[in-house]
C-alpha cells in the first residue's frame, strides 16, 4: 500500500458519487471535530429522558418493557421536522412545486442510564432496541398510506447533531424516499438486472474472497495489494461489519446481513441477536481507536411502497456508521466530492487491531 495516496474511488453501490482519497491532507493543519463530550453520570434530575423525569417528555407512545418499568422509550419530537397536526394542499407553481409537509418525528430514548455508550450497552439491550426499531417502522408504516419511507437514525455528540446528551435516537416517517436511499435502490436495480445478483451480497463475496496484486509494469514491484478480509471489521454468524472500500467519512463503516435481506423489518430475533453482538464490538473498536468520536448511524431498508416490492431481490438493508471526525471544507461541499484523508485499507487495519 503506497505510503501516499491520492486516487478518486468510485461507490460500488451508487457509481454517480464518488469519494478522493488524499491521504497527504491529512498532514494539512486543519479543524477537527472535538471528542464528544461525554457525561458519565447514570441519572441526571434535570433531564427530561431520565427515569422519573416521564413527565418533562411528551406522553409516551411505545415503552419496552412497559411504561412502568422501562428499558427503552418512544415519545414524539417536541421540535418535529415533519408532523401530522396540519395538513395543506401540495401546490404547483410551473417549476415551483411543493408537497405537504406531512409524516411523525419521535425520539427513542435508548437507555435509563443518562450516560451510557453504545458499546457499553448489553447484546441483549441493543437487539431489545433495534427489535423497538422494527416493530415501530411497522406501526408507522400501517398507519398512513401516504407515508413511503421511515427512517432510523441516531445522533451522538453535537457535531452529529444531537442537542441532548442523554443517549437517544430518532425515527422519522416521510411522505417521500430519500434520495439516497432512491439512489441506492436504482443503482443496485440496475446492478440486478445486468449481472442477475445483489451488488451487495457481490460486495460481500468479494470481501470475503477476493485476492490481488498489481505490478509496476517497470520494475516488477508490487504496487497494491487486495488481501481476502482486507475490509472486514467484523464478523458474526449472520452479519458482517466492512469497511467501505469508497468511505465518504474516515472511519465509516457498515453493518450487513450476510443473507440476502431487503427488509430490516424482515429480520428475526436471531438475526438481531448476532447484530447485536456485531453492532456492539464494532462501537468498542472505533472507541478504542478513536475514543469519544462523535457519529451518526442510520438503517437504510427497502422503501414500503408498491412500487419498490419489484427491488427485494436486489436491495440489501444495512446500517451505515458515520464517525464525524472532520469538518467539511468548500471543496466538499461545491463539489460534491468527498474528500477521506485517511486510506480505507489502513483505517480498517487498526480497527481490526483494536484491543477491546
Known sequence: MPTEMREIRINPIVPSESVLIATVRGSRPKKAEELAPRDLRAHVETCPFCIGNEDKTPPTILATPDEHNWAIRIVENLYPVLGDDRTQQSLNLGLQQTIDGYGRHEVIIDNPNHGIALYEMS???????????????????????????????????????????????????????????????????????????????????????FETRIYDRESGEVRRKIDVGQYVIERGDKFIAIKPFASRYEWEIHILPLAHQADFMNSSQEDLDDFAAILQRTMARLDAVLGGVQYNYFVHSVPHDSEQQSNLASYHWHLEITPRTSVPTGFELGSGLFVNTISPEVAAERLRNADI
Open 123 to 209: 447484546t441483549q439491550h441493543l437487539a431489545m432496541l433495534f427489535d423497538t426499531y422494527r416493530q415501530r417502522m411497522a406501526e408507522l408504516y400501517a398507519s398512513d398510506q401516504r407515508l413511503r419511507y421511515v427512517l432510523v437514525f441516531k445522533n451522538f455528540g453535537p457535531a452529529a447533531g444531537a442537542s441532548i446528551p442523554h443517549t437517544h435516537s430518532q425515527i422519522v416517517a416521510l411522505p417521500v424516499v430519500p434520495d439516497n436511499v432512491q439512489s441506492e435502490v436504482e443503482y443496485s436495480h440496475r446492478y440486478y438486472e445486468k449481472h442477475h445478483k445483489c451488488v451487495f451480497c457481490a460486495l460481500i463475496d468479494e470481501a470475503l474472497t
